[in-house]
């Protein structure tokens, strides 16, 4: 069953995804990758207990001593013009770790992983680039933005049957593919726009060199 409408506007569809092996609502707001934070110990960092952004920040250290650092995704925390015990060291996803500095005043860098979860089941981890989120989901470049996860037998398209949905706004490229999942690079299974405007679904077949299987559905709009 599937249900759109509503009053307020239209959102994406309404489906039972508890049998999904990869299920990626990146329209809702928890599909945002968290940073974590950096709390005072014996050392002491401007802002403390400081929340992290995604990606590399700059912590100012005013005094040099132990912090804690949390990352719901793990990352690293690196000498900057202070010093860091051990550095880069490493910072186990969603546990907790002491990190020591030592000198006098300076900064240090804390690198959060860009990493959101699926809502399945399986709780994937996808690796985010570009792709930022805004009000109306993630916003793809067409070129370098994707999300990506480990290859598995999740996700080969020559072990298991499929059934793919995608809830895609195109707004650009007529004219060029435009993939929206694939399993591989070489399109072992994949959903695109392609480059005649027409949505397409391929399926490498299982013996090497036999070809692809194209269907293609209605023009877009």
């Known amino acids: 069953m ?54 590399a920040n700059t912590v100012a250290v005013t005094q040099a001593g132990t912090f804690t650092v949390y990352m719901p995704e793990g990352g690293t925390v690196a000498t900057g013009t202070m010093t860091v015990t051990g550095s880069p060291v490493t910072v186990s996803a969603g546990i907790a770790a002491t990190i020591t500095t030592t000198g006098a005043t300076g900064d240090i860098t804390v690198t959060s992983s860009n990493i959101i979860r699926s809502r399945d089941k399986l709780n994937h981890a996808m690796t985010v680039t570009g792709a930022t989120w805004g009000s109306q989901g993630r916003t793809f470049n067409g070129t370098s933005h994707q999300l990506l996860t480990t290859d598995n037998l999740i996700t080969d398209a020559n072990v298991l049957n499929w059934t793919c949905i995608a809830w895609v706004k195109v707004t650009g490229g007529a004219g060029t593919r435009r993939t929206i999942f694939s399993t591989k690079t070489t399109f072992d299974l994949a959903m695109e726009a392609n480059a005649s405007n027409q949505w397409q679904a391929n399926v490498q077949t299982a013996l090497p060199g036999s070809g692809n299987l194209n269907q293609n559905a209605g023009l877009l709009l």
């Open 2 to 55: 599937v249900s759109v409408a509503h009053r307020a506007g239209l959102f994406p569809p309404k489906l039972d995804m508890s049998g999904c092996v990869l299920y990626t609502p990146l329209w809702r707001p928890d599909m945002v990758a968290r940073g974590g934070r950096i709390i005072d110990g014996t050392g002491i960092c401007t802002g403390s207990p400081l929340h992290l952004a995604v990606g």
